[in-house]
């Protein structure tokens, strides 16, 4: 399997394009790359382009666009992922898997138990580095669209704005452990429904958080007997979603 790397600016067949500090690093330091191996770039818009390293040296790294692929690994289901942020390496998770189980996009929100709060410059710079794990994730699974990873903001602050944008195309789930219905219950959502997951932090929603959930039009479900961490209950549920209505 050749070396993919995210390219965002204009690529075109015959193209000599210099990679990135940061991709030049990855090529020559960590996956060891030499002149005439062969790679591959996507830049976010759709398919990936097949190349071959010109010249790789400390300083520069070039590489020669040979051909483009129209290649979509995109999921059927647009699924949109809030997910209340919790420590560091469990976030970090979350986000890696997600995107690799197809996710559109990922809103990081904070609600009254979550553990982690973070600055302005704070997160500002979790937004930064969430947005490298995203890069990373569909240059290792093979995705040539970037999902989305949102600015961090409250609950209630997305709430509003979920009510604001509501719509009939719009199917909404929250995980709960006193739901009684699984996602197998459930009727097939529309090809073109937006789906929106909504995942509490290490010590779940309150009472008067997950009223104002449902209130908002999410529907509650339950992914079997068992009460899971946060940071398997979305991946374990947007696999289902998957494996039910998507490409699994």
């Known amino acids: 399997m050749h070396a993919r790397f995210y390219h965002p600016v204009k690529i075109t067949v015959g193209q000599i394009i210099e990679l990135s500090t940061e991709n030049k690093h990855h090529a020559a330091r960590v996956l060891r790359l ?111 669209h970037v999902p989305q990873i949102l600015p961090l903001i409250t609950l209630p602050e997305w709430l509003s704005q979920k009510k ?17 219905e699984g996602l197998r219950d459930i009727p097939k959502p529309p090809t073109d429904a937006n789906l929106a997951l909504v995942i509490g932090p290490e010590g779940g929603f309150t009472q008067e958080e997950e009223a104002a959930i449902l209130h908002t039009g999410f529907i509650p479900v339950r992914l079997g007997k068992r009460v899971l961490r946060t940071e398997s209950a979305a991946l374990a549920t947007i696999a289902t979603m998957q494996a039910l209505w998507g490409d699994y």
């Open 164 to 180: 604001t944008a509501q719509s009939e195309h719009d199917v909404r789930f929250m995980l709960s452990t006193t739901a009684t």
């Open 34 to 144: 030499r002149k005439g191996d062969a790679i591959k770039l996507f830049n976010g818009h759709g398919g990936e382009f097949s190349a071959h390293i010109e010249t790789i040296s400390k300083s520069s790294t070039t590489v020669l666009i040979d051909a483009y692929h129209d290649i979509d690994c995109e999921s059927l289901l647009h699924i949109e992922l809030a997910q209340a942020i919790c420590v560091n390496e469990k976030m970090d998770w979350i986000i890696q898997k997600a995107v690799e189980l197809g996710v559109t996009c990922i809103r990081p929100i904070t609600t009254d138990r979550s553990i982690v709060h973070l600055s302005d410059e704070r997160s500002s710079k979790r937004l930064q580095h969430w947005q490298k794990i995203v890069i990373s994730a569909c240059e290792q699974c093979g995705r040539n």
